[in-house]
Protein backbone atom coordinates (compact mmCIF):
# COMPACT_ATOMS: atom_id res chain seq x y z
CA UNK A 1 0.00 0.00 0.00
CA UNK A 2 1.49 3.50 -0.93
CA UNK A 3 1.64 5.86 2.13
CA UNK A 4 2.82 8.72 0.85
CA UNK A 5 4.50 9.85 -2.91
CA UNK A 6 7.56 12.39 -2.30
CA UNK A 7 8.37 15.09 -5.25
CA UNK A 8 11.02 17.98 -5.96
CA UNK A 9 8.68 20.40 -6.67
CA UNK A 10 11.45 22.94 -7.79
CA UNK A 11 11.41 21.92 -11.91
CA UNK A 12 9.91 19.26 -11.59
CA UNK A 13 5.64 20.18 -11.11
CA UNK A 14 6.48 23.60 -11.01
CA UNK A 15 8.62 26.46 -12.57
CA UNK A 16 11.36 27.19 -10.33
CA UNK A 17 10.40 31.26 -10.58
CA UNK A 18 6.97 29.87 -9.00
CA UNK A 19 8.93 28.44 -6.28
CA UNK A 20 10.91 31.53 -5.37
CA UNK A 21 9.29 33.86 -6.26
CA UNK A 22 5.26 32.98 -5.10
CA UNK A 23 5.40 29.74 -2.91
CA UNK A 24 8.45 31.01 -0.42
CA UNK A 25 7.29 34.59 0.05
CA UNK A 26 3.39 32.90 0.57
CA UNK A 27 5.01 31.15 3.37
CA UNK A 28 7.02 33.68 5.16
CA UNK A 29 4.44 36.11 4.84
CA UNK A 30 2.25 33.41 6.47
CA UNK A 31 4.38 32.01 9.20
CA UNK A 32 3.63 33.53 12.47
CA UNK A 33 -0.10 33.47 11.93
CA UNK A 34 0.01 29.94 11.34
CA UNK A 35 2.63 28.81 14.04
CA UNK A 36 0.16 30.52 16.45
CA UNK A 37 -3.09 29.24 14.90
CA UNK A 38 -1.78 25.73 14.84
CA UNK A 39 0.71 24.90 17.42
CA UNK A 40 -0.73 22.33 18.95
CA UNK A 41 -0.97 20.64 15.97
CA UNK A 42 2.59 21.27 14.81
CA UNK A 43 4.16 21.29 18.58
CA UNK A 44 6.60 18.80 16.89
CA UNK A 45 7.93 20.83 14.24
CA UNK A 46 8.31 23.65 16.91
CA UNK A 47 10.20 20.80 19.03
CA UNK A 48 12.49 20.17 16.23
CA UNK A 49 13.42 23.68 16.03
CA UNK A 50 13.97 24.19 19.94
CA UNK A 51 15.97 20.74 19.14
CA UNK A 52 18.30 22.50 16.56
CA UNK A 53 18.35 25.46 18.93
CA UNK A 54 19.69 23.64 21.78
CA UNK A 55 17.44 25.47 23.60
CA UNK A 56 14.01 23.79 25.00
CA UNK A 57 12.82 26.72 27.11
CA UNK A 58 12.25 28.81 23.70
CA UNK A 59 8.91 30.28 23.53
CA UNK A 60 6.30 30.10 20.80
CA UNK A 61 7.37 33.28 19.44
CA UNK A 62 11.06 32.28 19.94
CA UNK A 63 10.63 29.64 17.69
CA UNK A 64 9.04 31.72 14.89
CA UNK A 65 11.55 34.35 15.22
CA UNK A 66 14.38 31.28 14.77
CA UNK A 67 11.95 30.04 11.52
CA UNK A 68 11.93 34.07 10.11
CA UNK A 69 15.68 34.17 10.14
CA UNK A 70 16.21 30.58 8.70
CA UNK A 71 14.15 31.97 5.52
CA UNK A 72 16.25 35.09 5.41
CA UNK A 73 19.43 32.84 6.01
CA UNK A 74 17.48 30.38 3.02
CA UNK A 75 18.77 27.62 5.73
CA UNK A 76 17.78 24.14 4.85
CA UNK A 77 16.01 22.99 7.81
CA UNK A 78 13.66 19.94 7.90
CA UNK A 79 11.22 21.96 10.70
CA UNK A 80 11.28 25.09 8.65
CA UNK A 81 10.63 22.89 5.15
CA UNK A 82 7.97 21.06 6.68
CA UNK A 83 6.24 24.12 7.81
CA UNK A 84 6.16 25.38 4.45
CA UNK A 85 5.06 22.88 3.01
CA UNK A 86 1.72 22.75 5.40
CA UNK A 87 1.72 26.56 4.63
CA UNK A 88 1.64 25.55 0.94
CA UNK A 89 -1.01 22.80 1.73
CA UNK A 90 -3.06 25.50 3.00
CA UNK A 91 -3.06 27.53 0.46
CA UNK A 92 -3.26 25.23 -2.45
CA UNK A 93 -6.41 24.05 -0.41
CA UNK A 94 -7.82 27.66 0.00
CA UNK A 95 -7.64 28.58 -3.77
CA UNK A 96 -5.07 31.18 -2.92
CA UNK A 97 -2.68 29.82 -5.79
CA UNK A 98 -2.84 27.19 -8.09
CA UNK A 99 0.44 25.75 -10.11
CA UNK A 100 1.31 26.87 -13.08
CA UNK A 101 1.69 24.34 -16.18
CA UNK A 102 5.29 24.34 -17.22
Given at each position: ?6 T ?10 F??D????Y ?5 T?Y???H?SE ?11 E ?5 S ?5 K ?8 D??A????A?QG ?17
Amino acid sequence: MIKAIVTDIEGTTSSISFVHDVLFPYAAERLTDYVRDHESEISGILDQVREMENDDSLSTEGVIKVMLDWIKQDKKATPLKALQGLIWEAGYKDGAFKRPYL
